[in-house]
């Protein structure tokens, strides 16, 4: 167990729709991170934050969007979905900052979108 | 954009042997990392690699940050069924922020026993 917790396991919905992903990190972990699985592109990553701001950007795209808050707890919300947004969404934390701190995934949300 | 070249992209072996797999990359990396991933779950960190030329062991597990700093290895010794799993490389480019890893596309080992 990673002590990354993701929630919910599976989501399915329809295209047009909106979802919320979330994401509580390791139990003194600052930073968390969203990435994006699929059987094409493999493993992307897609934004981090860092004690509540954003820190980094990847490959996200501006239907999707992320925030940490207070608590340290993220969300990833995806609007507008369409079919090619289905895939695995994963989070990590680490301890973030300059310390040398390896990612720990948390085990997903897989999102089907019908 | 930055790639990592991942291979094999799949291996069968039998119990008790030794595995090796590689990444390379036309770009300098400052960090490798090497994760394995079981269906349904998330990736599980194995080894990080911090230094060029750096060699760190897990067990039966062995990973090396090479000298370039654009490759790294992993060996797993005298294979057993429960490391059935995909197999990947990580990588945080130089100039790249912490989080900002690029990830191979994968080896899948494949144990007989």
């Known amino acids: 167990d990673s002590g990354v917790t993701q929630t919910p396991k599976h989501l399915i919905t329809a295209t047009g729709q909106r979802v919320t992903l979330r994401c509580s990190p390791r139990s003194g972990d600052l930073s968390v991170y969203w990435y994006q699985q699929s059987l094409d592109q493999g493993l992307q990553f897609l934004i981090q934050y860092y004690n509540g701001e954003e820190r980094a950007k990847g490959n996200i795209l501006e239907r999707f969007s992320a925030q940490q808050f207070p608590d340290l707890h993220s969300e990833l919300n995806l609007s507008s979905l369409e079919l090619g947004d289905s895939a695995l969404y994963f989070c990590?934390?680490?301890?973030?900052?300059?310390?040398?701190?390896?990612?720990?995934f948390g085990n997903g949300t897989r999102l089907t979108v019908t | 954009g930055q790639q990592l070249n991942q291979s094999p992209q799949s291996m069968f072996i039998q119990e008790g042997e030794d595995v090796s797999m590689n990444c390379t990359s036309s770009s300098i990396f400052n960090t490798w990392l090497w994760y394995k991933q079981d269906p349904g779950e998330g990736p599980v960190l194995l080894i990080a690699?911090?230094?060029?030329?750096e060699l760190t062991s897990n067990g039966r597990l062995t990973a090396q940050f090479g000298i370039t700093r654009k490759d790294s290895f992993l060996n797993i010794s005298a294979s057993i069924p429960s490391d059935v799993g995909i197999y990947f490389c990580?990588?945080?480019?130089?100039?790249?922020?912490?989080?900002?890893?690029?990830f191979g596309k994968g080896t899948k080992l494949s144990v007989k026993p």
């Open positions: 990580a990588g945080q480019p130089h100039g790249g922020s912490q989080g900002n890893l690029i």
């Open positions: 690699l911090y230094k060029a030329g």
């Open positions: 990590a934390s680490s301890a973030g900052g300059l310390i040398n701190s390896p990612l720990h």
